[in-house]
């Protein structure tokens, strides 16, 4: 965990405080030092910008693709007395986002992959398998959501998508079982999912090893948005970033 170094105050309102694990070592390789311009390319909930901007008089571009997010981020910005601006966009777009604020060259870019604690915690993001939400899991506002890829998507797409993204073992029989369950009724909820894609309760037999479909949904249904089926007449937006 990161200690925290708010000695600059003017950075201590704004988000609830989020300290990422990792925060302190992001400090460290950025070397960052006053007077630099570095670029959070996912800002989520603000916790490596904020240790940016508490680390020396330097100024942050902080990206995310998630309007949610920058939404949250308004009070750190306002604290942060003009350190701080904060751009709804993909960090693909990262020099767009730097020049149109005058920097040609930063000092450094730090990228956090990943789904935050807040996208989790929504049900409506369809991120969760603990709330019951749509199946979205959209990182922004556009593009075609989990259940629009689960119900368009034929099996040997899912099975692509979720051996190569979710780097699942059982994608094949996951893919199967979701094919089926989809004849049946359309899964458009994160617990309307096929009940092959749950883990087992841990006192379950092993199934024998050609009748086993999946051990957790976690891994599985994750991998499933950031790519949609062209063929299908969705546009991907895994090189979208
Ligand atoms: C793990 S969280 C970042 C947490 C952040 N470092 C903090 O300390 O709060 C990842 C963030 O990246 C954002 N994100 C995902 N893909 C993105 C992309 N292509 N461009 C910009 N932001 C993206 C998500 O919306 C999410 O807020």
Redesign the pocket.
Known sequence: MMASRDSAGAVAGGLAR?I?VL?GRTVEFLNVRAGGVYI????????????ILAAADCKVIG????HD?IVRGADLVRSANGRLALVE????DLEVAARGRGYEAVDGV??????????LDEAARGFSFRHDGPLDMR??RAGVTAADVVAMASERELTAIMATLGEERHARNIARAIVAARRATPIRTTSSRPSCTRAPAPSTPRPEPSKRCASSSTKSLPSLPPVSPRRSGCSSHAD??
């Open positions: 989020h990422p925060g959070d390319g996912t800002f989520g909930a603000g916790g490596h910008s904020r240790a990206i995310d693709r998630d997010a966009d993909k960090f693909s730090v990228l956090d992959l990943g789904v935050s604690s807040v996208q990182m922004g979208d970033w």
